[in-house]
């Protein structure tokens, strides 16, 4: 049986709910993406630095367009879960370039987007999300749009009156066409229930050591878990520390904590 974008679409869509939310491992490459769904993954979502780093480029809308559409596609004919995409500020200057990255992430097969507020206005954020959506609503598919916003993560403004201000940005987000939000920075369950309460839409955190498991996060509200670049960076760890020790001592213990060869050359014996 096919599996088409509008299935999954809709089961990407269904799979955001609390108390038992969504959690994303996110991958930055097709084997990091295989490997994620074979260890039991619903979805698939790509992080930008990851995708980025894996490219060449420093993350912070530095990446082309092209370049990393191609990237989506790839993953998307790698795997059978919905994979939905990170896409920074939209790769491009404007609404009607966000417009064309979106078009392109459909033509990809992706089912979703995350679309990130950067160092711009909200005002801006808005405008791109609208084009998002209308671009998605003239193609007649159905894109899960998530709205990052980036108060807690950078450390926006006064802290007395960040939620109150994270409040604001997400409540225009949501009338500009966005089906979730995206949080990241917090583990504080007081604001992240303040949060979830008062914004109509799936919340979506990113987890970090020393935050809430996603057991908990869900009874908090949350219906989203990702953990950002965070996989990237440790797969980069580990083969800083293996070089660092062939390097150094002149041994390979490190290897050891590897994937079997057999066991990750299968995942790609046979077109998924």
Partial sequence: MTITQPDNALVFRS????????ALANAWDVASARVIEAAGAPAIATTSAGVAWSLGSPDGDFLTR?????????????????????????????AASVAETVTGVLAAGAVGVNIEEGTRPPTELAMRLAAARQTADRAGADLFLNARIDTFLFGLGD??????????????????????????????????????????????????????????????????????????????????????????????????????????????????
Avoid: C, W
Avoid at 186 to 205: E, F, G, K, Q, Y
């Fill in 159 to 272: 802290p007395d009156t960040r939620l109150k201000e994270t409040l604001a940005r997400a409540h225009m987000y949501v009338d500009a066409g966005a089906d979730g939000i995206f949080v990241p920075g917090i583990t504080d369950t007081d604001t992240i229930a303040a949060l979830a309460r008062d914004i109509s839409v799936p919340l979506n955190v990113m987890a970090s050591p020393g935050a809430p498991t996603v057991a908990e996060l869900g009874t908090l509200g949350v219906a989203r878990v990702s953990l950002g670049s965070g996989v990237a960076q440790v797969a980069y760890a580990a083969a800083r520390r293996t070089a660092q020790e062939l390097f150094g001592t002149g041994d390979y213990d490190s290897l050891a904590e590897g994937m079997a060869f057999p066991e990750l050359n299968a995942l790609f014996s046979e077109p998924h």
């Fill in 15 to 22: 799979l955001h709910t609390a108390p038992a939310p969504l």
């Fill in 66 to 94: 092209d370049r990393a559409l191609e990237l989506v596609g790839r993953i998307v004919a790698a795997v059978a879960v919905p994979v939905t995409a990170d896409i920074e500020g939209g790769y491009g200057t404007d």
